[in-house]
């Protein structure tokens, strides 16, 4: 299937808007369809796009995973339902760590998440609701690269093949499927998204299970976790367009109260990025990274050491795995 890319520059909003609500409107017609949120820009802009086309008429989840950052389900329920949309929460926690125990190998962490997702959170789901299509928020970055063979993103199925209505026993619908994470940005904010979300950094589909290097558990994610607030509560006014904590996977040899300690790592990385295609590392002042470092290893348990990524992408990617 040949995608044809609507550049920011040709992007116009209101018209955009209006072609998408028409679309999703005319295809799903009399029948249901349901949505995941995840509070990201392309899932919440899919939901605005969603509830305008189909009003009652499409169902929306938030799926906690385990996997998102501290309190973002209640968040963003809470922040949907003030805007009039209907938020269902979905506890799955227990379905996505089963599927991702013993698991080290990238790939293979991507995989156990789309099939915890598609087959059994949201086919169970569908069925019970009756819905026959599911709206994603599928960009074009994310098409770009898995078909190049750079990283599977969890969402990508029709475009390698991947029968929806036989495999998992709905149609999908991807309406930004055209655009990059600017213009996405722009269609958010015109729908009337608050600054909040349209203005979000970046955040992977698979969420915090791509900054584990290694086997993701619960321990493993909740280090993770508090990590992120962290990076995220330090570097939120440095303009960056994505900034991530990764915890790896080795420990390493640090001192605590004078005594030999074999401890954690964490890496941070922060981008300057347009479009997610190409980045370079954000030139931090070193006084930032000292403090980043500081707290990392004061309120993070067991972290004896802190890094900092300086390497473009490419050879890099944004996300560890």
Not at 177 to 206: D, M, S, T
Not at 273 to 284: G, Q
């Amino acid at each position: 299937m040949e995608i044809k890319e609507i550049t920011l520059k040709e992007l116009n909003p209101e018209k955009f808007i209006e072609e998408k609500v028409r679309y999703i409107s005319s295809v799903v017609g009399d029948d249901l369809a349901v949505n995941a949120l995840s509070g990201g820009v392309d899932s919440s802009t899919v939901t605005m796009l969603g509830h305008r086309a189909l009003g009652d008429k499409l169902e929306t989840f938030f799926i906690d995973n385990g996997l998102m950052r501290e309190n973002e389900p209640e968040h963003i329920a809470s922040l949907f339902e003030d805007l009039g949309v209907n938020i269902e929460l979905i506890d799955a926690k227990k379905v996505f760590f089963e599927r991702l125990k013993g698991i080290e190998d990238p790939e293979e962490k991507r995989e156990a998440i789309t099939r915890a997702f598609y087959k059994d959170v949201f086919g169970p789901l569908v069925r019970k609701s009756g819905a026959k299509y599911l709206l994603q928020g599928t960009n074009y970055t994310d098409v770009e690269e898995t078909v190049a063979g750079i990283k599977r993103q969890h969402n990508i199925l029709e475009q390698v093949g991947i029968n929806t209505e036989e495999t998992y026993g709905y149609g999908i619908i991807e309406p930004l499927i055209q655009l990059r994470k600017p213009a996405i940005r722009k269609v958010a904010k015109a729908l009337g998204l608050p600054e909040e979300i349209y203005n979000r950094p970046p955040f992977p589909g698979p969420a915090l299970a791509t900054r584990v290097i290694g086997e993701v558990t619960q321990e493993r994610v909740e280090i993770v976790r508090k990590a992120t607030k962290i990076v995220e509560d330090e570097l939120s006014d440095t303009g960056a367009f994505q900034y991530l904590a990764i915890l790896h996977e080795d420990g390493v040899t640090g001192i605590k109260e004078g005594k030999r300690d074999y401890g954690l790592q964490i890496e941070v990385r922060c981008w300057d990025s347009k479009d997610a295609t190409t980045a370079s590392p954000t030139r931090l002042p070193y006084e930032t990274l000292d403090r980043l470092a500081e707290r990392l290893a004061k309120e993070v348990p067991n972290v004896v050491s802190v890094t900092y990524n300086i390497t473009k992408k490419p050879p890099s990617t944004i996300e560890a795995i």
